[in-house]
């Protein structure tokens, strides 16, 4: 189901402009990266965050959830929205500018109830490299953050 799901996101995301491959790969790299960030918050687990970002950003992903964890909070992200607005390559580092809608909802670990919801819009830069001909998030950067 969830291979489903981002094949169909995948293919929304391409949609009827023209693209180079390599931009394709850029913006699959980025969804998947969101995909498997959501999945390791609600899972409480961030290693498969490796196929796809530097240990250093994954690092820095798991220290927050770990702080969400030993305040006894869960997270449940959704990305709702993402527009991709620039991308910019070299052969070997990327930025990509995006527009992404999340929903958040916090849950006590311990008693399964939940503590807050909200909605956020951020404007976010990603900086990947290519490593052994694979390209990986290696920093995000909020550019803007609206909550709604």
């Known amino acids: 189901m969830k291979k489903v799901f981002l094949l169909g ?25 969101n995909t498997l960030l959501a999945e390791g918050y609600q899972k409480l687990n961030m290693t498969p965050l490796l196929h796809v970002a530097t240990e250093e950003q994954s690092q820095i992903v798991y220290h927050h959830m770990s702080a969400l964890g030993e305040a006894d ?20 580092k990327a930025e990509v500018k995006t527009k992404e809608e999340w929903d958040y909802v ?11 919801e909200n909605s956020v819009i951020y404007k976010l830069k990603y900086t990947l ?19 709604i």
Do not use: P, R
């Open 73 to 92: 909070i869960k997270m449940i992200a959704k990305l709702e929205k993402i527009d991709f607005l620039d991308i910019k390559n070299t052969q070997d």
């Open 9 to 33: 996101l995948m293919l929304i995301l391409s949609g009827c402009t023209s693209v180079s491959k390599d931009e394709q790969i850029l913006k699959d790299t980025i969804v998947k990266y």
């Open 106 to 116: 916090h849950i006590s670990i311990n008693s399964g109830k939940t503590i807050s």
């Open 129 to 147: 490299i290519k490593k052994a001909d694979k390209w990986h998030v290696a920093e995000i950067k909020i550019e803007s953050e609206e909550k």
